[in-house]
């Protein structure tokens, strides 16, 4: 018998709860043991909860108690957090979280402790929700140089894209819409200004290439500034805008964005709408593959949590090898990356074609007082120094 303490009893916490009971005989027949729960942590009380006898709010309880060999980490969060499951590590308690904060900001550190314990410090959960993205990277595809990763990491922006673009809505009203189904938070900022997007990519980067990647330090955007006419004009060039978060490995090292891109029909994310999540991978053997599934949500995520539970009892006292350590990698600066745009601008056409040279202009309907326009291939610092020769930009979002 495996005993395990469950962090937060929040979404995810219960979750985990009700995938182990749920799927209690076939995850033991998996694991070659059975899992029980004997710690819940959390500062409120359950009444009436069928685990309530398992609830309790002092973590020193858990630190102390020999008998646990797992900790599941629910509570979101850098503190107390980290504090909890470095302690727990170092006591030689295996741990799995979901937390994408706390594996951006100390992955690399919590899996060095674990590796010197010789047991395992696991984050399926951490980017994509219920979509096995992190193990494929650890173990299925390390034959491969994997040479991009371009990813809709946020189901929270991903349904209001999808909503603006099928009900030609602007931005507030499909934020109080995604707040009044529960995908978005009250304070919703990490979701639309890509913070999430942005940690998750810093993870996803950091396993690629194995070293230390500052979520800080990528280029990040969200999708506050879109609006129902950008949505016109990715209509009437046959596109749709999508939130990516992008890695790609170039002869120089690695750069990562998290912005709004106009994808084409022929993009592999084009096609992925609603609150679901995808990930494209590019390997140099492998060439394309792709994720998809469920990036969010209570049972899904839990399901990828109990799926580390899983492996980390497969695999008592044995550390799986992760490639991460805490060696900073130095990303390129984006402005040295190439790509189209399209820019929206009150400027003259004259005047337009006169700086940008190569474009091809958009028409839209009804719409006489601005021009839309896809300029060529160019770097970054060659477009922002031609866009600076303008005077009305309204909008620019880039091209793939």
Known sequence: MIK???LGYGTIGSGVVEVLNTNKESIAKRAGDEIEVKYILDLRDFPGDPMEDKVIHDYEIIAQDSEVQVVVEAMGGVEPAYTFVKRALLA???????????VAKHGAELIAIAKEQSINFLFEASVGGGIPIIRPLNSSLTADEIEEITGI?????????SKMTF????FDDVLKDAQSRGYAEADPTADIEGYDACRKIAILTSLVCGQQVDFEEIHTEGITKITATDICYAKAMGRVIKLLATSRKTNDGYCAMVAPFLLSQQHPLYSVNDVFNAIF??????????????????LPTASAVVADIVDIVKHLHT???ISWNSRKMELIDCKKMQSRFFVRSSDKKEKIKEIFGDIEFIELEGVTDEIGFLTSIMMEEEYEKKVSELQNIIQKIRVV
């Open 167 to 170: 009900e030609g809505l602007e």
């Open 4 to 6: 395990i303490a469950i």
């Open 319 to 321: 550390n799986i090898l």
């Open 153 to 161: 990491l946020n189901g929270t922006t991903n349904y209001m894209l």
């Open 92 to 102: 030689g308690k295996n741990v799995t979280t979901s937390n994408k904060a706390l």
């Open 281 to 298: 991978v590019h390997g140099n053997v492998l060439g394309d593959a792709m994720f998809y599934g469920s990036g969010a949500g209570k």
